[in-house]
């Protein structure tokens, strides 16, 4: 079984760097799928922040694309989020997963994430 | 505002069905055969319950189904149990390695 787990601060200062790792146990990195990160603000719909390949290919959503960035590591078997100038607005709840051929089939617990000085 | 339209809420008594609307637009729901579903217990993760419209995971109750017609998916379960208490998410595949979302349903088993 497949299980994901969110780390990283909770409490980030505005314009301030947003960095979270997955940690990811009963499946090996190295194998041809994606992986996704996603994020809820409180209250609200979940977006889909972007995804990285076992082979560190890359596709970020257009809105945040030119903040964000992905990494993976292979030896560890973990994939981090790095997320820049980072606004009230990124609060969220913040969502690791596994993109399994158009769907999301195995997810983190998530990890709160506050931005707030 | 989420892309895809959902009910903000829908309830039913133990043992009824009840049907959870997911509308979007020609180029989501109506382009793709790549809608998906997920269960949110509080404080959990997303657990995904209906793949590629009407697709099943192994181990997911055959209470719960999945349907498409044009805009609108939909998800029904079918007789209700207090656990299905929860919220249900819909996601849409848009193309060009792009998703929409709906803004999820809060589920009440009265």
Do not use: M
């Amino acid at each position: 079984q497949v299980q994901l787990q969110e780390s990283g601060p909770g409490l980030v200062e505005p314009s301030g760097t947003l960095s979270l790792t997955c940690a990811v146990s009963g499946a090996s990195l190295n194998f041809p799928f994606w992986w996704s990160w996603l994020r809820q603000p409180p209250g609200k719909g979940l977006e889909w922040i972007g995804k990285i390949s076992y082979t560190a290919l890359t596709e970020y959503n257009p809105s945040l694309n030119s903040r964000v960035t992905f990494s993976i590591d292979k030896s560890k078997n973990q994939f981090s989020l790095n997320l820049n100038s980072v606004t009230a607005a990124d609060t969220a709840r913040y969502y690791c997963a596994r993109d399994g051929n158009f769907k999301f089939d195995a997810w983190g617990q998530g990890l709160l994430v506050t931005v707030s000085s | 505002q989420s892309a895809l339209t959902q009910p903000a809420s829908v309830s039913g008594s133990p043992g009824q069905s009840v049907t959870i609307s997911c509308t979007g637009t020609s180029t989501d729901v109506a382009a793709y055969n790549f809608v998906s579903w997920y269960q949110q217990h509080p404080g959990k993760a997303p657990k995904l319950i209906i793949y590629d419209v009407t697709d099943r995971p192994s181990g997911v109750s055959d209470r719960f189904s999945g349907s498409k017609s044009g805009i609108t998916a939909s998800l029904t379960i079918s007789g209700l149990q207090a656990e299905d208490e929860a919220t249900y998410h819909c996601i849409s595949y848009s193309g060009s390695s792009t998703w929409v979302f709906g803004g999820g349903t809060k589920l009440t088993v009265l």
